[in-house]
Antibody, heavy 121, light 106 residues
């Protein structure tokens, strides 16, 4: 079955960097676009970034543009999020999510359990 | 960016009630709208895609509809398992914005 397992979260000081990873299994990873979505404690969902199935295109939320970089390795079936210049407001649970591929546009149909990033001095 | 406005923010209801949540897009998104359920402490779960298509395995008491830029999620008979927060999300744009969420409580 589809599994997405995030790792790499932790506590980091403002201005520092952190790299999150998402290990995918149970499906043909290279055929699916992948997203990062975050949720600050007690708050709603915020879309962060998307990378196309072949890595050819990437898009970011304005709140992270220029600081975060999404990448993928279709041989290792992994999705990464490099987060630089972290701010207190980046504190959140970060989810990786698979975009369905059953239509020209499809929402995310599978989500990982999330990894908590805490930015604090 | 496309803004998504959900209402109400909180909804108090009883088991068996018919419940309606509304989501309005700031511009046309055609039918490219999804609804997610997030139970307390859990991961978001896809309920509805393309405004009115029911995701496999989702109970038929959930339904979605659209009229222009206004979208509605209806739970025909609220069950105890339906407690949680519901989010709409547009996926017409690369920047896939969510609504702010509607908390359903008993």
């Amino acid at each position: 079955q589809v599994q997405l397992v995030e790792s790499g979260g932790g506590v980091v000081q403002p201005g520092r960097s952190l790299r999150l990873s998402c290990a995918a299994s149970g499906f043909t990873f290279s055929s699916y676009g992948m997203h990062w979505v975050r949720q600050a404690p007690g708050k709603g969902l915020e879309w962060v970034a998307v990378i196309w199935h072949d890595g050819s295109n990437k898009y970011y939320a304005d709140s992270v543009k220029g600081r975060f970089t999404v990448s993928r390795d279709n041989f290792k079936n992994t999705l990464d999020l490099q987060m630089n210049s972290l701010r207190v407001e980046d504190t959140a649970v970060y989810y990786c999510a698979r975009e369905g591929n059953y239509d020209i546009l499809t929402p995310c149909d599978y989500w990982g359990q999330g990894t908590l990033v805490t930015v604090s001095s | 960016d496309i803004q998504m406005t959900q209402s109400p923010s909180t909804l108090s209801a009883s088991v068996g009630d018919r419940v309606t949540i509304t989501c309005r897009a700031s511009q046309s998104i055609d039918k490219w709208l999804a609804w997610y359920q997030q139970r307390p402490g859990k991961v978001p779960k896809l309920l509805i895609y393309k405004a009115s298509s029911l995701e496999s395995g989702v109970p038929s008491r959930f339904s979605g509809s659209a009229s222009g830029t206004e979208f509605t999620l209806t739970i025909s008979s609220l069950q105890p398992d339906d407690l949680g927060t519901y989010y709409c999300q547009q996926y017409k744009n690369y920047s896939r914005t969510f609504g702010q969420g509607t908390k359903v409580e008993f």
